[in-house]
């Protein structure tokens, strides 16, 4: 089997069922990444992409994050004229949707709500935007508000299906993440490494992590996935983005806070600052 169709089977594998996938982005080569994925993951499922650009978004956006600014630049026709000739090339379906509204996130939220998006799909810049990042993006509003999952695709990530990692602290909100992760490892044969991860804020909080992971190996193994687990001691954020890069991890799935945890989000929570520094794709699940 040539290597375009093993990767078309990673994916649908690794996703599982989806029917609606949405794709937003800037016209920033930050964008590209995504891009990709979308297209990748829309032919694998056989299901059209919708493609969404939010009038005012453009190659300023940060880190992982979205800015408005109120003019669209003209040669966004060329960028779209570009990315149907790869949905062509890939044999793959795609509405183009324009929004302009004063919220850039509010825009791709009502998409999703609309289309009744399973995946929301966007791109990240790098390490160099964390700070402004933290003081509250497009993207973490995106997170914080999506009533779906959000993959948050890196310029040069490509997902492999064959390293995943469940970044759990054992709260409600881990639990959707589990679950997904697990459901990930279950269904795709060609998954190589499933590692789960648990970080301590201190020595005594070891004991914590160790009942999170045991938690994780039994939920896992009832369904016949095999686990590896880790704990480590220090910053979460920074744990878990070390942990992928010394792992080569495919993609990080992990959870985060629903609507009411939006102020929380925007000082920079664990998800967030993940997003902002993994070495590849994060899948934010939320909690139901």
């Known amino acids: ?3 375009s169709k093993m990767e078309a089977m990673y994916r649908s594998q690794l996703m599982g069922e989806l029917k609606s996938l949405l794709l937003a982005v800037d016209g920033s080569p930050s964008s590209e990444g995504a891009i990709k994925e979308a297209l990748l993951l829309s032919k694998s499922c056989g299901i059209r992409l919708t493609l969404l650009y939010v009038q005012g978004l453009s190659d300023t956006y940060e880190s ?5 600014v109120e003019h669209r630049d003209a040669s966004i026709d060329d960028y779209f004229d570009r990315i149907r000739d790869d949905a062509v090339e890939e044999n793959v379906e795609m509405d183009i949707v324009i929004r302009r509204t ?3 996130y509010k825009g791709i939220i009502d998409e999703a709500v609309e289309r009744k998006s399973d995946v929301i799909i966007m791109g990240r810049r790098g390490m160099t935007g964390l700070k402004r990042m933290l003081m509250g993006s497009v ?3 995106v997170i914080a508000y999506a009533p779906c999952k959000v993959l948050v695709v890196p310029r040069e990530a490509s997902i492999k299906g064959e390293h995943i990692m469940l970044a759990t602290d054992g709260s409600n909100y881990s639990d959707a993440a589990q679950n997904e992760a ?3 490892a279950q269904r795709c044969p060609h998954v190589k490494t ?3 991860l648990s970080v301590a804020s201190s020595d005594n909080k070891l004991d914590d992590t ?6 994780v190996t039994s939920t896992a193994n009832r369904v016949g ?5 880790m704990t480590t001691v220090g910053s979460p954020y920074e744990s878990i983005v070390e942990t992928a890069k010394n792992k080569g991890t495919n993609i990080i799935v992990m959870g985060t806070h629903g609507r009411t945890g939006i102020n929380r989000l925007l000082m920079g929570s664990v998800a967030e600052r993940v997003v902002a520094l993994s070495p590849c794709s994060v899948l934010v699940v939320k909690a139901a």
């Open 1 to 3: 089997m040539d290597n």
């Open 64 to 68: 992982g994050g979205l800015t408005f």
């Open 102 to 104: 004063d919220d850039p």
């Open 139 to 141: 993207t973490a509003k």
């Open 182 to 184: 697990i459901s990930m």
């Open 194 to 196: 499933f590692t789960a």
């Open 210 to 215: 160790r009942r999170i992971l045991d938690n």
């Open 225 to 229: 996935v095999n686990v590896d687990t």
